[in-house]
Nanobody, 115 residues
Framework: QVQLVESGGGLVQAGGSLRLSCAAS????????MGWYRQAPGKQRDLAAT???????NYADSVKGRFTISRDNAKNTVYLQMNSLKPEDTAVYYC?????????WGQGTQVTVSS
């Protein structure tokens, strides 16, 4: 099992910044990638950004140039730095960790961007 604990969400004005953190614990030895997904009210959960164990990153087009994903392997933590936030970035943000045949999810953290 992998446990994921997110933090850093909150309310921010448009144009502001937030940094989300996701700390992983448990059976983390075979995690191949971690990422952030988001789900707005009434919409499906979509990819925001991912990072592999080798450091390769992938971003949704809607966040490219504004969001940066990074990881601290010593702390087993993944970060999502979000700049130039827009009201359409409002969503619950979920951390995910991929192991062979299974994806683990955190409990989610709310990000609200006011206009």
């Amino acid at each position: 099992q992998v446990q994921l604990v997110e933090s850093g969400g909150g309310l921010v004005q448009a144009g502001g910044s937030l940094r989300l953190s996701c700390a992983a614990s448990g059976s983390i030895f075979s995690i191949s990638a971690m990422g952030w997904y988001r789900q707005a009210p009434g919409k499906q959960r979509d990819l925001a950004a991912t990072i592999t164990s080798g450091g390769s990153t992938n971003y949704a087009d809607s966040v490219k140039g504004r969001f940066t994903i990074s990881r601290d392997n010593a702390k087993n933590t993944v970060y999502l730095q979000m700049n130039s936030l827009k009201p359409e970035d409002t969503a619950v943000y979920y951390c995910a960790a991929d192991r062979p045949l299974r994806r683990f999810w955190g409990q989610g953290t709310q990000v609200t961007v006011s206009s």
